[in-house]
């Protein structure tokens, strides 16, 4: 009897088993995934619709800022930083808010939560392509990223749309670079190429992309050689050269670099403790403040600082432990390492040791392994993973809604960053409020706090000076202002201030000197350029006064009162059709009544009696009171 061969038919290839899940989710489950995450996240934003803005960066980003009132500027856009860094795109996205809303804050968050949504979106696609399509793994990453309270900062202040902006870009751009990988596709390599371009436009933070491409090298398998170094050169040159010009940017603002102020082994502490803070506060999200002090300068530093450095020992172990079996914990580990980088204090420059809006996009490595670990727990299972996302959803979910609330308003933020994290700036921010309102008690009480906490506060001095300066107490706003440059000599705002107190004194000399000095450190600082026009006005030099005005109106290009001003200026050389000029650019804004009587001297300066007559009209209807021998020299009742 013939011996039976068993036949063998050929069998499709396919992919690593560790690499694909038990069945692939069909379009309609993620599709629900992800509407389910979209709105439990709208849900927890909602009280952010409801703010406003805070007296913090956004009047220097919205209400103070000239750029967003006329988007069709692209040179100014383009070519003037704000704080020191370069974001175009970002100014581009807040003037289109301006012609929506102008000053209601309304339409400036709404897009805010927009872009967060959208970002939750790529969040999730991004986390199905590197998990070559695990549903679990996908909606546990992005559900946490869209209602982990610390990212409320980077959504609910006006000022962080550079944040949700630039992450964006930032997003797609590592999808299309993991599509590049899978498919080798030139198109999708030229494509991050250009979205790295939009986020460096955006926010200069986006300079670390090309560092976290190796991240996703690592978790594709992807053999560390001269060829996929190469590979990033395109992105390194991009980032070097925004990197340029951002410590360009940041160097003419005289941006504060605490490297004088610590010494080596304390920065280094400093920058372990970030990493070990920004963990625990992914774990333990309460008592989050818009501002954390550095230590105290005259003092120990706390013990958690001294531990900090064993914990990223233990995440340095567990790397080296993942490269060996399951790479997903090192490359969790990495991505958050990498994002980090830029702000972690080893090099400390600002006046904070952490900031809740740093971890947007370092998170995702954490959250991707925390879905990673509730898919084996789950086996593939999206019902089983309910047991871990519904308690996430519900606890991350309501302490996001209650973080929103803090940032309803100045007020508000600054009240519960006192109560959680008393600090010289929570103080210093509260009391430039009550400035404002007039409440200048509570404002020098919030101010002696300050300097309570951190006798050495050179903006305590100087704000504590504005409010002297406001109640009329000139001798003591002076001492203030001194007592403030004596900490920071070439603090450019209190010399600023004391040559306006030295102009109101009529002390002009010494005014022009100390207007100088301001301008000399910060060329970009325009109140001075209007101070030191108004003191030489004062002294009859009308050419040096139209020189400052002017340039006050490169930073302020739609400031009538300005443009009437230097009407005034050219009438007193008596350049009337100059005069005109200015003076008519001055009504097309805002016809004020005193405008058409500078312009009525003009008109009368050049014998046109009818036109001067028009205006002096004009002013006198608008309530003022015309000088009565040029009334009747005009035929003026």
């Known amino acids: ?40 996240t709208f849900i927890a934003y909602i009280p952010a619709l409801r703010a406003g803005f805070v007296n913090w960066d956004d009047p220097d980003y919205v209400s103070n800022n000239p750029m967003i009132k ?45 872009l967060h949504l959208f970002n939750c979106y790529l969040v999730f696609k991004l986390a199905m392509i ?24 980077s959504v609910a202040w ?22 590049y990988v899978d498919s080798g596709s030139k198109k999708q390599y030229g ?82 403790y970030g990493i070990l803070i920004y963990f625990i506060k992914l774990i333990i999200p309460v008592n989050l403040s818009p501002f954390y002090a550095y230590a105290p300068i005259n003092e120990d530093l706390p013990t958690a600082y001294y531990i900090a450095p064993l914990f990223s020992v233990i995440l340095i172990v567990l790397v080296f ?22 702000v972690l204090q080893f090099m400390p420059v600002g006046s904070a040791i952490i900031a809740d809006r740093y971890t947007y996009l370092p998170y995702i490595g954490f959250f991707y392994i925390a879905g990673w670990l509730i898919n084996r727990y789950a086996k593939g299972n999206f019902s089983r993973s309910y047991h871990f996302n519904i308690p996430i959803a519900v606890i991350m979910g309501i302490l996001t809604f209650k973080q929103c609330g803090i940032w309803l308003n100045g007020a508000t933020l600054w009240d519960h960053a ?21 409440k200048y008690q509570e404002a020098i009480q919030c101010f002696n706090a300050a300097l309570k906490i951190n006798v050495a506060d050179h903006e305590a001095y100087m704000l504590r000076g504005n409010v002297y300066f406001e109640m009329n107490k000139a001798d003591l706003a002076f001492s203030d202002y001194k007592k403030s440059l004596s900490i920071k000599p070439d603090y450019s705002t209190a010399l600023d201030n004391l040559g306006a ?112 007559r028009k205006d002096a009209v004009k002013a006198k209807a608008g309530g003022l009171n015309i000088d009565p021998n040029f009334a009747r020299s005009l035929g003026i009742q």
């Not at 489950?29 to 709105?39: D, E, F, R």
């Not at 006006?158 to 599509?179: C, H, M, P, Q």
Request: proline share 5%.
């Open 1 to 40: 009897m013939k011996k039976r061969v068993k036949k063998y038919r050929p069998q499709p290839t396919t992919a690593r088993k560790k690499d694909v899940p038990a069945s692939f989710p069909d379009s309609q489950k993620s599709t629900a995934a992800l509407v389910i995450i979209l709105i439990i």
């Open 70 to 114: 006329d988007i069709s500027n692209l040179e100014m856009i383009f070519t003037r930083p704000i704080q020191g860094n370069y974001h175009p795109l970002t100014v581009l996205s807040l003037g289109i808010n301006y012609s929506i809303s102008g000053f209601d804050a309304w339409s400036y968050h709404l897009l805010n939560l927009l």
């Open 130 to 153: 590197l998990s070559r399509n695990s549903l679990i793994i996908a909606f546990t990453t992005s559900l946490l990223f869209g209602i982990h309270p610390m990212h409320v900062e």
């Open 158 to 179: 006006v000022s962080e749309r550079k944040d949700v902006l630039y992450s964006l870009f930032f997003l797609a751009g590592l999808i299309s670079y993991t599509n």
């Open 191 to 272: 494509l991050t190429i250009l979205l790295l371009v939009l986020s460096l436009l955006s926010k200069p933070a986006a300079v670390i992309f090309p560092v976290v491409l190796f991240c996703i090298d690592l978790l594709r398998h992807r053999k560390l050689n001269l060829g996929l170094i190469a590979e990033k050169i395109p992105f390194f040159i991009l980032a070097f050269a925004m990197g340029l010009l951002t410590f360009t940017a940041q160097k003419e603002k005289g941006a504060l670099d605490a490297t004088e102020i610590f010494n080596l082994s304390t920065r280094i502490f400093m920058g372990f």
């Open 321 to 342: 432990y993942s490269l060996k079996r399951e790479r997903v914990v090192a490359f969790g580990i990495l991505f958050y390492l990498a994002n980090l980088l830029l």
């Open 418 to 438: 006192i109560k959680t994290q008393p600090s010289a700036r929570a103080y210093l921010n509260r009391g430039s409020l009550y400035k404002d309102e007039k």
């Open 501 to 612: 107190l030295f102009g109101l004194r009529l002390q002009y000399d010494s005014a022009l000197v100390y207007l100088n000095r301001a301008l000399a450190i910060s060329p970009g600082y325009s109140p001075s350029y209007k101070n030191r026009a108004l003191v030489n006005l004062e002294l009859n030099k009308n050419e040096d006064a139209i020189r400052d005005f002017k340039k006050f109106l490169e930073y302020n290009p739609n400031d009538p009162d300005i443009m009437n001003v230097i009407g005034v200026c050219y009438r007193n050389l008596g350049r009337y059709n100059d005069a005109l000029t200015i003076i008519n650019q001055a009504i097309a804004i805002k016809p004020d009544p005193h405008f058409f009587l500078n312009r009525a001297y003009c008109y009368n300066g050049l014998k046109d009696i009818e036109s001067a």
